[in-house]
């Protein structure tokens, strides 16, 4: 598989070979579909909780007689049928939202996702990406005089100016190879790596 290197002007100066068992797997939506929601059902939190019938804010008394009023039969407001009352099966943080996702899918959903991006023509590689200072215009200069407004930067890893450079642009994100994700190579429209990050993900994901 060859991979399209970018100059500083966004054209392509050359090209780079690549693993077709990364970069040039055939599409399986199936296996993105559950690595996906996988990687997004086990960054959930599991924070939420709702109040049971017992823990609810709520009067013991009665709140009409038990007959001659027509109203149907109350106990008490703490009913699950009453507003304000509590649940009959109530969320609590220690529900387990985990999915399970084998390692060799894992790394075959993830080449599959690059070899779409790559096809697609969403995946490009430039032959490296750092700032001199933790300056917002540095990157977004740089990515401006590329023709790229929004973006993944990937590289072989982060240093600090490059994080600190990124982190305030709504549409560009920079993150180590190691560190790259199936959710974010899907969101953002362009994505750029490395040379040196190119080599680390095959490695990876062979």
Known sequence: MELQVLNAQGKAASTLAASDAVFAREYNEALVHQVVVGFQANARSGNRAQMTRAEVRHSTKKPWKQKGTGNARAGMTSSPIWRGG???FPNKPDENFSHKINRKMFRAGMATILSQLARDGRLSVV???AVDAPKTKLVAGALKDMGISEALIVTDSIDNNLYLATRNLPHVAAVAA???????LLNFKRVLFTKAAVAKI???YK
């Not at 190691?178 to 974010?184: A, G, K, Q, T």
């Open 202 to 204: 095959e490695e990876s």
């Open 127 to 129: 032959e490296n990406f």
């Open 86 to 88: 509590g649940r009959a």
């Open 178 to 184: 190691h560190n790259v994700d199936p959710v974010s």
